[in-house]
């Protein structure tokens, strides 16, 4: 197959805020997707797409299908910008399409649907001015997050607030430097996991993955914030989350967890592969934090490659994967 790779690439510029390029991919990444194409048998257009116009460069190269991980540039429909292209060219590309992404790019409506589905979600309110009253009924401890952020922008321990003055200082904080509004959240103390699906051929549910904080004292953080992804294994900062796939859990709570993850994907209407993060209460209720139908695929670093490994694939077999999933709803 003639395969285009699109991707927006992380770079390094002094100039941009720290975590500006957090979700972008690193060329180790891009690498590595190139290389499992390759073993498979494709050939590889890799398309950087901050530079080239789009529109011109897929009407002269008919490719067979992209294999789409590019998170965009500007603001909420961001991850959908690539997809709209290609559909306006009717091109076909993995994954989900330009709806899809930028709804679940959107945590607060991504929750109402959820709601609507009986998913447990965090009790939570959004924040458009950073005024309004605090709605009766949420209890404290509770995080602040920019509504249409991922890779944890925006997210370190002092999101995490037990009074109203803290609150309403981060809230505005968020909505002034993200230029958006804050989702206030009930705090979900428990364990943390995230669910990797996979449809090939049937929907696989790959092994839960947990991700364990207890010894990442040293950093003062203790749960996936931003300096936590970003910096991921550093010693020194006491960065170091241990991972357990399958995760340590009963059979019959994996099960739940596993269901809820499935019926989050289906009801946003992923396809291909999605990412769901869920944190379990004391009493073992798996809440949905938010959905990623563009997860990470650092063969080393990412969370869902380690999923995949954790269900007997090599890298290349899940990028083989993803691709044959799209080009089977090309066909039918
Ligand atoms: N309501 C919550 N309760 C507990 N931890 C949370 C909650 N919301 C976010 N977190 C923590 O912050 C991390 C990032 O939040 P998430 O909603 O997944 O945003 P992102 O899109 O940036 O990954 C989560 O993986 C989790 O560790
Ligand atoms: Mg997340």
Known sequence: MRVALTYNLKKKDPLKPADYFSEC?????????ISALKTKGHSVDAIDVEYPALFSYFRKNRVDMVFNIAEGKHGRFRESEVPAVLDYLNIPYTGSDTFSLALALNKALTKKILKAENIPTPAFQLFVKGDEPLAAGLKFPLIVKPNCEGSAKGINKTNVVDNEDDLFKKVRECINVYHQEALVEEFIE??????????????RVLPILEIDFSNCEKSGEYFYSWKMKEFQGNRELGLVPEFYCPARLDKEIEAKVKDVALRTHRAMGCLDISRTDIRLDKFNVPYVLEINPLPGLDPKESNFPIMAYAAGMK??????????????????
Request: charged share 30%; hydrophobic share 35%.
């Open 315 to 332: 890298y290349e077999d899940l990028i083989e994967a993803i691709l044959m999933s799209a080009s089977e709803r090309k066909k039918a």
């Open 190 to 203: 428990g364990k943390e996991l995230t669910v990797g699906i996979l449809e090939n051929g049937k929907t």
């Open 25 to 33: 991919d690193s060329q180790e990444t891009i690498n590595s997707v």
